[in-house]
């Protein structure tokens, strides 16, 4: 993802943008009180599923994790159960929920963790780090959410609520940049616990109130203290928002072509993939790119299956 050439204008607020400490109370307060009761939110899904649940919830809806993560941890209730399969169980019990390399990603992180720690999550930053699949978000992520650590957790939900309240523009970049990280750590209470909660409290509010498309202002805690709304709104002055294409395009061909490999017992033949699509040379580089990637893998005789290895 390449950051946008142009820096949008930051209109002036009426008010000075407001510091970190007159923000966490009320947003944590609204938390306490309008929090959604998710299964990773709960004592018994920790370290483990904090984890699954970040690799399941980039770039899609709660209502479509829901029951692919029930699933998940009935089976996998710990790292060393995943590490045991095939990397294609991953990709079969992902089912649905798209971006697929993610199920490959968090196999990965599975058996790293059997092997490197014994089988548990690690608690420490940088060991989270250093998981194969695991980037800055979700380590911070999972630091935060699973050991109450301090850390600035950034997901597109933060980073519109903090672009709002605190910069008063209506979107932040498309790419995270320097100085919201930057903005994110100097807002970040100094306590451990309240930090987590503070991480936790500001997604939670960009995802119900703060929202990319009608936000509800008078629902928000913060809203008198908002230098976006105190500079009335202005609109968006920037690269325009990408959009999430998917009919016709080479992710549709993919997930198509997934499906019948995710429902097939045995090594599925060429001509019954060639009948998921029909334009050929689109589909041919869609197979291509699936077995580039590690979610396919090709056997003699144009026979294909999920990945074993």
Known sequence: MTAPTHTPSVPTPTTPAPAGGALHEPV????DAHARDLPWRRPEAGPWGVMVSEFMLQQTPVGRVLPVYEQWLTRWPR???LAKEAPGEAVRAWGRLGYPRRALRLHGAAVAITERHGGDVPTEHAQLLALPGIGEYTAAAVASFAYGQRHAVLDTNVRRVLARAVTGVQYPPNATTAAERRLARELLP????????????????????????????????????????????????????????YAGTDRQVRGKLLAVLREAVAPVPQAVLDRVWDEPVQRARALDGLVSDGLVEPLPGGLYRLPLT
């Open 79 to 81: 790292p060393a159960d």
């Open 190 to 245: 100094e306590d451990e616990r309240t930090a987590s909660r503070w991480a936790a409290a500001s997604m939670e509010l960009g995802a119900l109130v703060c929202t990319a498309k009608n936000e509800t202002c008078h629902h928000c805690p913060i809203a008198a203290q908002c230098a976006w709304r105190l500079a009335g709104k202005p609109a968006h002055d920037g690269p325009a928002r990408r959009g999430q294409t």
């Open 28 to 31: 944590i307060d609204w938390f």
